[in-house]
């Protein structure tokens, strides 16, 4: 270890994946920490027990120890309490988050990683951890002096009520010692107005206890400049025990509380938007609901959530992104400002805390003693109507929207960690139903989020536990009605839930990032049972599978087709990839360069669910593609409606014209099939030839289906 590397703040990384820590030690250390890895809760405590990093990042989902019991044995150990500890997980899932905080995780961050914005956090952290520890520093250091150091000193004696100052008390108030004489009720001038019952009440006690006391309170000079003192009283007693007076040491501490002040601001504010954060948020809303206990009193949170900030930071980069958060900001203090409904605490240095930020573009607003849930409402709409006005930002006029939760304490829960995250839960179910929507919270949420994570636990073992699998569509020859092909779709046989189709589990897939495992899967799956029908000689159709987004959009997705088409010795022409019309459409430049090397391998094009995507035809003739599925809301309206038949026979006519095959999805009847027999429609596939049916069951269609027209 070179001796420099020992000034770096070490950064204790605990995960079970080794390729993770390989990525992790790349980026961190490149970015000034000292990296130390272990692979199990236990063995990051034994780490941790011996060298006290900077920062912790675990990852939840681990063996021996999970990431949440690892959290809670860090926080318990003497030098874990005020450590920085990151969460790492693949899904923004509510539940998981509030039980990260719960058990004393400082944030989280989702997988895979932005390593750019986390190391930004990460050192953030660091600096506030450190600032922290030297303030606590400080503060001991300074209480040892002030027994020691003789600053300023007073005397009073009460039977004959005099007071006397030392030069140092004369100076400190810009008095001068020849002109002014002390006593109680001048002494008494010099304290700020506000503090007066405060020290007074000290004054009382210390008097009536006879115990010794140390006070701090503002003074007023007699330039009228306000100063911070802190003063340490004894009472002076006679020989018989009897109260005779009090004696005091006073110090100014204008600089330090400026210092204090300026650290607790790092430690408890934002620093984009100047709001106070989730932990200063979290300790006030903890005292907002002892005080509604205490009182019977209600309040209602609103978890905020912007709609389309991702999509602004992406394009224009995070200092845009930045002034946006700072604008937000400034309509939710303003509008808040002049509602009654606004709550009123005020912190240490008069900030108001009705609006903070949580992180990301996340806000939380507190709404103090609601007469009535409406009021809520009441004040939503307020906010959607201040935040969706066009913001301009140099010259660029930017529009935006706003997803919010509700929860009402007590009814909605009655400690800090539940209404958050319950009206966490509100706001998910709000963006659920669109943009510019607010939801209060109700059971049903917190039911379909328990049922959500739980099919999520048993998604993250589906692949290992070979519990996916594959059924076949056949698609037929619209003229002779011999099978060339089929399509792949998904199922999943889980144990726990039971035979599971597409469209119960791939949106949860696509929210937590499953989705790309399983698309690998069914790709390998596609080419693994094509190499044994080639073997059989039962080779001669074609297989498409549906992509998604996600999966196609990530690097190592060409790599991946390359690979598995190498590993089983396929021909790739017997594999066409199914693309919807929003996809190929997101970033046309990026996705003809994909396509192209799809096509390159020999893959073939198809574009699903034709006609019901973006609406421009510009890009059939710009992309390499192969086929156009016809819609089956299309298909379904043939026999009842002339403008469905006009619509096929135009896509039909379209595809003929730029040299694309067709296939007829949805086709259940006997009209539907004669019908697009007519036309010069390709291929049909539907429920009138077969439900999508287990690899044996479509063996036996193929051979049975080719044998009769043989035969005929």
């Known amino acids: ?17 080794h390729t993770l820590h390989l990525w992790v030690n790349r980026y961190l250390s490149n970015a000034g920490f000292r990296v130390i890895s272990c692979f ?7 780490i941790f027990k011996e060298m006290s990093p900077d920062i912790v990042l675990i990852d939840i989902q681990m063996p021996i120890l999970d990431g949440f019991e690892t959290c809670r044995a860090l926080r318990n150990l003497p030098n874990g309490k005020n450590t920085p500890v990151i969460m790492m997980t693949v899904t923004e899932d509510p539940e998981g988050i509030a039980h990260a905080y719960a058990c004393g995780a400082t944030d989280f961050v989702v997988k895979p990683v932005n390593w750019e914005i986390l190391i930004h956090r990460l050192h953030y952290m660091v600096k506030a951890s450190h600032n922290l520890r030297r303030l606590a520093q400080n503060e001991l250091r300074l209480s040892k002096a002030q ?23 004369y100076a400190l108030l810009g008095l001068d010692i ?6 109680t009720r001048n002494f008494r001038d010099f304290i700020h107005i506000a503090d007066v019952p405060y020290v007074l009440r000290h004054l009382r006690t210390i008097i009536k206890t006879k115990k010794a006391a140390t006070v701090e309170f503002r003074i007023i000079t007699s330039t009228h400049q306000e100063r911070f003192v802190v003063q340490q009283i004894e009472p002076l007693l006679n020989h018989k025990g009897s109260f005779i007076g009090l004696v005091g040491i006073i110090q100014d501490i204008t600089e330090r509380k400026e210092q204090e002040n300026k650290i607790r601001h790092l430690a408890y504010y934002d620093y984009i938007t100047q709001l106070p954060n989730r932990v200063f948020f979290l300790q006030f809303l903890t005292k907002t609901i002892e005080l509604a206990k205490r009182n019977k009193r209600h309040f209602a949170i609103l978890f905020l959530d912007l709609d389309g900030f991702k999509g602004i930071n992406d394009t224009y980069g995070h200092q845009v992104g930045d002034m946006l958060l700072k604008e937000v900001s400034t309509r939710l203090t303003d509008g808040l ?26 806000f939380i607003i507190l709404l103090n003693e609601l007469a009535q849930p409406e009021d809520a409402a009441t004040v939503a709409e307020r906010i959607k109507r201040w935040i969706t006005k066009p913001i301009s930002l140099g010259d660029r006029q930017m529009h935006i929207g706003v ?3 509700i929860t009402v304490y007590p009814h909605d829960g009655d400690d800090s960690g539940t209404l958050l995250k319950n009206a966490d839960m509100a706001m998910y179910h709000a963006k659920k139903l669109g943009k510019g929507h607010y939801q209060f919270f109700h059971k049903g949420m917190a039911l379909r989020a328990e049922k959500r994570l739980e099919m999520e636990t048993y998604m993250n073992l589906a692949v290992a536990k070979n519990e996916l699998r594959l059924h076949y569509q056949p698609v037929v020859d619209a003229r002779s009605g011999r099978m060339i092909g089929a399509e792949a779709l998904l199922r999943w ?14 949106s949860l897939a696509e929210e937590n990032g499953m989705i790309n495992q399983f698309g690998a899967w069914v790709i390998r799956e596609v080419c693994r049972q094509y190499s044994i029908w080639q073997q059989q000689e039962f080779d001669d159709l074609t297989i498409s599978v549906n992509l998604s987004s996600l999966q196609f959009n990530q690097p190592s ?5 390359e690979s598995t088409l190498q590993e089983y010795q396929v021909d790739p022409a017997f594999l066409t990839f199914e693309l919807t019309e929003s996809m190929i459409m997101a970033d046309t430049d990026k996705m003809l360069v994909k396509l192209n090397e799809l096509k390159k391998l020999g893959i073939k094009l198809s574009v699903d669910d034709f006609g019901t995507g973006y609406s421009s035809l510009s890009y059939l003739n710009r992309f390499p593609l192969d086929y156009l599925k016809i819609d089956r809301s299309f298909v379904k309206e043939l026999s009842k409606s002339q403008d469905a038949a006009a619509i096929v026979n135009a896509i039909l006519a379209l595809a003929k014209a730029l040299n694309l095959k067709t296939i007829a999805e949805g086709v259940e009847t006997d009209q539907q099939k004669q019908f697009l027999q007519n036309t010069t429609c390709d291929a049909i596939q539907g429920y009138y030839y077969s439900k999508p049916v287990p690899v044996e069951e479509f063996q036996h269609f193929w051979t049975l289906t080719n044998k009769a027209i043989l035969q005929t």
């Open 403 to 405: 997803s919010m939760g």
């Open 1 to 17: 270890m070179n001796c420099p590397d020992l000034y770096l703040p070490i950064a204790l990384f605990i995960d079970d994946d």
């Open 557 to 561: 997705f060409i790599p991946m087709i």
């Open 178 to 183: 020849d002109d002014f004489t002390p006593n």
């Open 493 to 506: 046989q889980c144990p726990q839930l039971g035979f599971l189709p597409p469209n119960d589990f791939i």
């Open 337 to 362: 400002r002049c509602s009654d409904l606004a709550s009123r605490f005020f912190d240490y240095f008069d900030h108001k805390v009705d609006v903070a930020r949580l992180g990301g573009d996340e």
């Open 147 to 169: 027994k020691m150091a003789q600053l300023g000193d007073w005397e009073w004696h009460a039977i004959r009520n005099s007071l006397h100052w030392s030069n140092e008390i």
């Open 40 to 46: 199990d809760g236990e063995q990051g405590i034994e």
